[in-house]
């Protein structure tokens, strides 16, 4: 595979280009769904779900966080089981069960959401995952400049 070593600027790149479709996801899936149902969950009280610039600029940071990780994680995986779209599949499923997972039942479980909200989060961030990583796949195929040989996962 010819991403076998590890190239800082590519990833910067990388993480750059697919920060923009991670934010633009995450920021549709608060507004239009998740903020509305946490809003309502806590009846409207002052404070909760609220948006300005300062929490804007940590949910920011957060997401160029998660794709860093999204990118770094595609990269390992990749380099251990193939460069295919298996490979995109397996390794966003992997991350998406690390963090929304993780999050929305624990956060469900501490009573700081409806159980019904995992129900919207949960299949939508998984698609976030899933699309994030097939774009760093494209991306590590076109900024390479070479065809990457595609490898099927060994069996197991």
């Known amino acids: 595979m010819t991403t076998s070593i590890f190239r800082p600027k590519q990833f910067v790149l990388i993480v750059l280009i697919t920060s923009v479709w991670i934010n633009i996801s995450e920021v549709f899936r608060y507004f239009v769904l998740v903020m509305p149902r946490v809003k309502q969950f806590f009846e409207y009280k002052?404070?909760?779900a609220e948006m300005d610039w300062v929490i804007f600029t940590?949910?920011?940071?957060?997401?160029?966080?998660?794709?860093?990780?999204?990118?770094?994680?595609?990269?390992l995986y990749a380099n251990s089981f193939g460069f295919n779209l298996k490979s995109v599949l397996i390794s966003s499923t992997i991350l998406w069960s690390a963090v929304f997972v993780i999050f929305w039942i624990a956060t469900a479980n501490m009573g700081l959401s409806d159980w019904n909200i995992l129900l919207i989060t949960l299949p939508l961030s998984w698609l976030e995952m899933v699309v994030?990583?097939?774009?760093?796949?494209k991306l590590y195929i076109k900024i390479s400049g070479k065809k990457i040989l595609e490898k099927t996962m060994p069996n197991v």
């Open 132 to 137: 994030g990583t097939w774009i760093v796949y």
């Open 58 to 75: 940590i949910w920011g940071f957060w997401d160029t966080l998660l794709t860093a990780l999204l990118v770094l994680f595609f990269w």
């Open 46 to 48: 002052e404070g909760i």
